[in-house]
């Protein structure tokens, strides 16, 4: 069974940055495109980011565009999402899921992932 886990969650200030992390430890992610979201309580969840499984194609919600950067790290089986300039709304729980895609792309946050991981509190407070 894949399993997800995150972590590099934790308390920031408005305007730092952090990095999260996905990873499966014992199965490869190499033919699966990974997604990010966040729920904020009380709130729906929402699509962040997305990459395929090649690395090379990206996409972003329209409320991080510019900020976040969603990375993959082939060799370390590892997806990043590095948030810059960090505000108070982005305070959610975060999750990766992952998606089989071999080498297509499927752009879409409304797809039904094949896994998921648990999820990291991602906190942006002064």
């Known amino acids: 069974q894949l399993q997800l886990v995150e972590s590099g969650g934790g308390l920031v200030q408005p305007g730092d940055s952090l990095r999260l992390s996905c990873t499966t430890p014992?199965?490869?992610?190499?033919?699966?495109?990974v997604a990010w979201f966040r729920q904020a309580p009380g709130k729906e969840r929402e699509g962040v980011s997305f990459?395929?499984?090649?690395?090379?194609?990206?996409m972003y919600s329209d409320s991080v565009k510019g900020r976040f950067t969603t990375s993959r790290d082939i060799a370390k089986n590892t997806v990043y999402l590095q948030m810059g300039s960090l505000k108070p709304e982005d305070t959610a729980v975060y999750s990766c899921?992952?998606?089989?895609?071999?080498?297509?792309?499927?752009?879409?946050?409304?797809?039904?992932?094949?896994?998921w991981g648990q999820g990291i509190q991602v906190t942006v407070s002064s």
């Open positions: 899921a992952a998606l089989y895609s071999g080498s297509g792309w499927y752009p879409n946050f409304r797809e039904t992932f094949d896994y």
């Open positions: 014992g199965f490869s992610l190499v033919d699966f495109s």
């Open positions: 990459i395929n499984s090649a690395g090379d194609r990206t």
